[in-house]
């Protein structure tokens, strides 16, 4: 087995690894005091040795209400360096909105060289689905459009959505009031439901929706968002 690399030392107490295969055993011993956290393939592992052998369980989900000692505390966490204009996200929800249009659709915004466009790919649709092009390098936002149905990510939506961009549902498309839109950030098949105003800058004619599981300490309000955006610059 090997041990890539020791990422901290809490006192004698707890150690913590990073595994480099699938087997991180470790029968050195430890003194009989403190035990490792293992980040391994598998999640973490807490590992003890005595004189007499290695004992190795799981960190469960529920072991982490416990807060792991010596860490601080990372939150989700989303801010953009420069917002898309909200004008843009109307002219998408123009388009979204065409009554005329039975299928689902899709529009991206695209980010090059410090501007923002609304991109409409190449698309093939149907009541349920929409087929596009979405390996697209500079897309950072993309809104599809459910016909007939709730502002809700389905699983296809799920299967899909797997890549680095704030993903969003728009329905109520052709209904009496506001279209209905919910946004997500997508980090590689984690996500994070998002505010459009912490997304576009000046936010008209549409209803947001936000599932009830999210806290509110999830989201990431307009203004703290203006506050990141000056002071860490990046999008993250
Ligand atoms: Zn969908």
């Given at each position: ?102 299928e689902e659709r899709v ?16 698309q093939s649709a149907s009541v349920g689905s929409v087929t596009f092009?979405a ?7 993309e809104?599809h459009k459910h016909p007939?149905t709730a502002a809700y990510f389905s699983g296809a939506d799920n299967e899909d959505e797997l890549g680095?961009?704030?993903y969003g549902v728009?329905a ?12 997500r950030?997508g980090?590689?098949g984690?996500w ?45």
């Amino acid at each position: 087995m090997t041990i890539n690399d020791y990422v901290g030392f809490v006192g004698d107490q707890v150690r913590y690894r990073i595994a480099g295969d699938d087997e991180p055993v470790d029968d050195r011993w430890f003194g009989g005091r403190g035990y490792d956290l293992i980040l391994s393939a598998r999640g973490m592992m807490k590992q003890a040795s005595t004189a007499n052998g290695v004992f190795t369980a799981r960190v469960t989900q529920e072991s982490w209400n416990t807060p792991l000692p010596g860490l601080g505390v990372v939150r989700p966490f989303f801010a953009m360096h420069q917002p898309c204009p909200g004008r843009l996200l109307s002219e998408a929800v123009s388009f979204l909105c065409d009554p005329t249009v039975q299928e689902e659709r899709v529009v991206q915004f695209v980010y090059t060289e410090d501007v923002w466009s609304v991109h409409y790919p190449e698309q093939s649709a149907s009541v349920g689905s929409v087929t596009f092009d979405a390996t697209h390098p500079d897309v950072c936002i993309e809104i599809h459009k459910h016909p007939g149905t709730a502002a809700y990510f389905s699983g296809a939506d799920n299967e899909d959505e797997l890549g680095l961009k704030v993903y969003g549902v728009l329905a109520n498309v052709t209904e009496p009031g506001e279209p209905v839109l919910r946004l997500r950030v997508g980090v590689y098949g984690r996500w994070l439901y998002v505010r459009a105003n912490s997304v576009f800058d000046g936010v008209s004619g549409i209803t947001e929706v936000m599932p009830a599981i999210v806290r509110q300490k999830e989201l990431v309000p307009g203004p703290l968002d203006v506050f990141l955006r000056r002071f860490l610059g990046s999008f993250r």
